[in-house]
């Protein structure tokens, strides 16, 4: 059995219309879409959040690494 939610006032009104407005059959898909649309945007904000510390790492080294390339550049010898 699913556990009852308390919902306020003012938030039921806003799921009616959403429920109208989406064309969803019950409150309870409102709320389903909501929460997957919660749940890919923290998902999306955590991946984000990885490749900022992957970069964040190898930022020096690749640096590095162009600066011994742009050097010994055979388009510039020419």
Known sequence: MGK???????????IEDL???TGART???VVRAGLRLLE?????RERIKLW??????????SADVNKEFQRNSR????
């Open 4 to 14: 009852p939610l308390m919902i306020q006032e003012k938030d039921e009104k806003v």
């Open 19 to 21: 429920k109208e407005r």
């Open 27 to 29: 409150k309870v898909d």
């Open 40 to 44: 890919k945007e923290t998902e999306r």
């Open 52 to 61: 900022q510390r992957a970069v964040a790492l190898v930022s020096r080294n």
């Open 75 to 78: 388009l510039k010898r020419a």
